[in-house]
């Protein structure tokens, strides 16, 4: 079984800054792509950033310029940087990886998402 431990979120005021962290832990062959996605009240979840494991990025157009992820392979560990807050950036952090597991012999790829983390941006 593979376990994915998000930390880091909480409340900032616009403007402020916040970093995620997401451990990925459990019986990992390799890991992929590993992103965050967040979900606002009332919204669906949406792709906020994320990372091949060769380092490639992608953001989506709202947190560029203002997010940065980054990820430690060694530590099967993936971060958001946040920077410049806004209000509109209040939603539920879920982070995403995309893991190779070995079972029974065989390589099986399955997708795992974090219990959520939540980010509050106070105008």
């Known amino acids: 079984q593979v376990h994915l431990v998000e930390s880091g979120g909480g409340l900032v005021q616009t403007g402020g800054s916040l970093r995620l962290s997401c451990a990925a832990s459990g019986s990992i062959f390799r890991i992929d792509t590993m992103g965050w996605y967040r979900q606002a009240p009332g919204k669906q979840r949406e792709l906020v950033a994320d990372?091949?494991?060769?380092?490639?990025?992608n953001y989506a157009d709202s947190v560029k310029g203002r997010f940065t992820i980054s990820r430690d392979n060694a530590k099967n560990t993936v971060y958001l940087q946040m920077n410049s807050l806004k209000p509109e950036d209040t939603a539920v952090y879920y982070c995403n990886a995309e893991v190779t597991i070995l079972q029974m012999d065989q390589l099986h790829g399955l997708d795992y998402w974090g219990q959520g983390t939540l980010v509050t941006v106070s105008s």
């Open positions: 990372i091949a494991s060769g380092g490639s990025t």
